[in-house]
């Protein structure tokens, strides 16, 4: 039991005013004025990032004068047809292209990143650290330094406007990030564990793959979303790489690259709902695929600080 000693003339009132928060720190009340415009400016944020994409949406199912009319309001007719228009004017193949690249360009960076970063956190050896902070300043480098060596190096391999140069550049742009990230989660996993898998006979490769590599789940699925959507926005690589050759070289426009193609077509043709429905249909997934793990994402970036 607490015993409060009462100084003479010292009403409760005055005991209460004179009170601080848990620890001897400051009073209660900042705190709580802290949160609140914390919350406030959190909810201003998603306001402004919402709002943008409620246009587009609602912009899908106008027509072009409702949209000159008023931006935010509700359509007064549903019209579902500009998706259709839009993807048979190219959003279709535009978004099975992207999906071509993303379904090997991912896969890859996950996998070579993530043996990089484990050889790098739990094998020391001579030139450890420089190879590590090579990495880490990749992730640094502006991609618009390299365009022009980069251009030239894919254009003497073959590979310009093709799938597999796009996929090796994908991987080698995002290489960077993926060691760096999950080099801190590799360090963080108990060591007990590897010990225990050299004990029981097994090798390097099988303790990384069937050991190590599950226990990093959550830092893989943070670092894969990651991967994905900066892959599937990428707009300067596709620029510069995925330009037809000749009159003969099919067009393998990446979504980004095609929805500038949209936005040209239609500026010319005056039918913006359709570009919009274009801008949607390309935003659809990544919504998806974000906010279907979400509480992985979290997890995966909030674990290594909680081991």
Known sequence: MTTVIKAPGESAAERSAGSVGPGGGKPRSDGMVLNVF??????????????????????????????????????????????????????????????????????????????AAYVLARYPFPGNRIIYYFFVSGAMFPVFLALVPLFFMVKRLDMLNTYQGLILVYVAYSMPFTVFFMHSFFRTLPTAVHEAAVIDGASDTRIFFQVMLPMAKPGLISVGIFNVLGQWNQYILPSVLMQPQSGSDPERYMLTQGLIQLQYQMGYETDLPVLFAGVTIAMIPMLVVYLSFQRQIQAGLTSATLK
């Open 38 to 115: 914390s919350h406030g400016f959190l909810a201003v944020w998603a306001i402004l990032i919402v709002l943008p994409l409620v246009w587009l949406a609602l912009g899908s199912f106008k027509t072009d004068s409702q949209i000159g009319a008023s931006a935010l309001s509700w359509p007064a007719h549903w019209h579902f047809d500009a998706f259709g228009r839009a993807w048979d004017k190219g959003i279709g193949g535009y978004f099975g292209h992207t999906l071509i690249v993303l379904a090997f360009s991912v896969p890859l960076t996950m996998l070579l990143g993530s043996m």
